[in-house]
Every structure is written in structure tokens, then in C-alpha cells.
């Protein structure tokens, strides 16, 4: 699975925890995060995060391109409600996310609750809907 990873500037260390935490889990899956997010997260866990441009040069419209295209499958945003850049960010993944129905979370308690059905094969269900290009 294709699992992009965002932060905001003040979620950024929680997001490295999530996945310090599920680090066995994302080891098996394609990550994706705009920097300095996947930074973070590949110095922390030792996980390859292919990494997209900051969110203030593009990483997030990188991002809503690779779910428009059906290249993600799981989405997890930790996004900073007091963040000028909220409504923006979090309205443009989250509507494409409904829209080519990618599961999204935007909070840690969702996160980990898509992180378990991730390694519970509970989104297998995306490969056989939406197959992926060898």
C-alpha cells in the first residue's frame, strides 16, 4: 500500500512518533510525506520516505496529484486545527479523499486505528478496486 504522511509544523513530532511506533507496520508499505516531514520520520525510524517538496513550495498539491491519480491508499494528516494553513490543506486532501474513497485520517486516534487495519489487511479491498500498475 502507498501511504502519504502529513504533519503540520506543530503535529510534526507526533507524526514521528506514530511512526516510531508503527514502524513494523510501515516497513512493509511504499511511504510517501512532503519534507521535512519524511525527513523527520526517516531519521527517526530508518524507513524509506520518498520524499515531495514542503508544504510551502508544493508538497501538499503533490500529494492531492498522487490521490487524484490513484497512486495513494491511505492517508494520515495530522493537521494543527490552529494552523493558518487548516481549512487550505486539510479541504483539499480531505475532499479528495472522499472523493476517490482513500481512507483518511486527520487525528492520531484515527490514525492508529487505520495503521491496525492496515496490518489486519482490512484495506486489501484498494488493490482489488483500484489495481495498481506493475
Known amino acids: ?3 502519504a504522511l502529513i504533519a503540520h509544523d506543530n503535529k510534526q513530532e507526533l507524526m514521528v512518533q506514530l511512526c516510531i511506533a508503527y514502524c513494523g507496520i510501515f516497513a512493509s508499505h511504499q511511504l510517501c510525506a512532503p519534507n521535512p516531514t519524511a525527513q523527520l520520520i526517516a531519521e527517526a525510524t530508518g524507513l524509506s520516505v ?3 517538496m514542503t508544504r510551502s513550495q508544493g508538497g501538499i498539491q503533490q500529494i492531492a496529484a498522487k490521490i487524484a491519480y490513484n497512486e495513494i491508499d491511505l492517508v494520515l494528516f495530522l ?9 487550505e490543506d486539510m479541504g483539499l486532501i480531505a475532499r479528495l479523499c472522499d472523493q476517490y474513497s ?4 486527520s487525528n492520531v486516534a484515527t490514525a492508529e ?3 491496525l487495519g492496515l496490518q489486519r489487511g482490512d484495506l486489501a479491498w484498494r488493490d482489488i478496486v483500484n489495481p495498481k500498475k506493475k
Open 79 to 87: 493537521a494543527d486545527p490552529g494552523s493558518p494553513e487548516y481549512m
Open 50 to 52: 520518498e520524499k515531495y
Open 113 to 115: 486505528m487505520l495503521i
Open 102 to 105: 482513500i481512507p483518511f485520517a
Open 1 to 3: 500500500m502507498n501511504v
